[in-house]
């Protein structure tokens, strides 16, 4: 019907034909945009190794980060080399961990059989493929444990301490790494730390006098002082020559008051070193 200004009058029909385009247009503008993508999918798909970088560099608490990859689970495989790159980018051990444990199983090689024809499916193998030397744990560990001490060597502590640790994950039950490592940590002024990895050592270890005495060395730092006064003084039934043993619970005793005691400790420490103090 046209209009008095010579312009077509547009039907309701029209009206309602075009609202209804519009509301399509805009249910499938907000489905396809990548806030609402994410919300619309029932299932996450897995964290990519690009995507937890990209959390870690953009600020994203490693904590957090975890809790992704426990909900989504990750889609790429925590090698040495992987590893190394997420933790440039501030990934913690807490986090590797993590990672680690919501990683995909590693997939293996099928072999044929040795009569089977060309054409003929692969059979699966009916006992495990061996693991690659390179693979395994105790080589892994080894091999943390001297690139520890290659970056001891040139006083890099703080790498040499997260690569100790590596090496004691890699080899559970190897106590000697977590007590280098503790001992790490009490130069980096990391006691708590300290503590607990020389505690860790000593379930498998329980004589390890090196373990008692920087055990004991870490309580006296942060003043308790009668725990400290326990482990060195088990440190030196196992070692009676244990020179800085006796000067830290010197040191302990003397801060409890116990001056007598003290000075007797020093006298021995002194001793055991030749008389140089």
């Known amino acids: ?6 312009q077509k009058q547009i039907s309701e029909d029209d009206v309602y034909a075009n609202r209804c385009v519009c509301i399509i247009a805009l249910a499938w503008m907000l489905y396809l945009s990548p806030s609402t993508c994410i919300l619309a999918q029932n299932s996450p798909s897995p964290l990519s190794k690009d995507n937890v970088i990209k959390l870690l560099i953009g600020g994203v608490s490693c904590k957090r980060v975890a809790s992704f990859a426990d909900e989504r689970k990750i889609d790429f495989v925590l090698d040495s080399e992987v590893e190394a790159q997420l933790r440039h980018a501030g990934a913690t051990d807490s986090l590797i961990e993590t990672l680690r444990r919501n990683a995909p199983e590693p997939t293996r090689a099928v072999t044929p059989e040795k009569d089977q024809t060309p054409s003929a499916p692969p059979a699966v193998a009916s006992t495990p493929n061996p693991v690659p030397l390179s693979d395994s744990p105790n080589l892994q ?5 001297d690139e520890a001490l290659a970056e001891l060597n040139v006083k890099n ?5 997260t690569l100790f640790g590596r090496a004691a994950r890699e080899k ?5 790494p977590l007590v280098e490592k503790a001992k790490l940590e009490t130069k980096l002024g990391r006691f708590t ?3 607990e990895d020389c505690s860790d050592a000593l379930r498998l270890s329980p004589n390890d006098a090196t373990a008692l005495y920087f055990r004991g060395f870490a309580k006296y730092q942060l003043n308790r002082n009668n725990e400290a006064i326990a482990d ?6 196992l070692k009676t020559d244990y020179a800085e043993a006796y000067q830290n ?16 400790d020093f006298a021995m420490a002194r001793s055991l070193r030749g008389g140089k103090r």
Do not use: T
């Open 141 to 145: 560990a080894k091999k943390a444990f």
């Open 157 to 161: 502590y703080e790498e040499a301490a």
């Open 232 to 237: 060195f003084n088990v440190a030196l039934r």
């Open 193 to 195: 730390d300290a503590i």
């Open 172 to 176: 559970p039950g190897w106590s000697e």
């Open 249 to 264: 619970r010197g040191n302990a005793r003397w801060a409890l008051g116990d001056k007598q005691g003290a000075n007797s």
């Open 1 to 6: 019907m046209p209009c008095r200004n010579g």
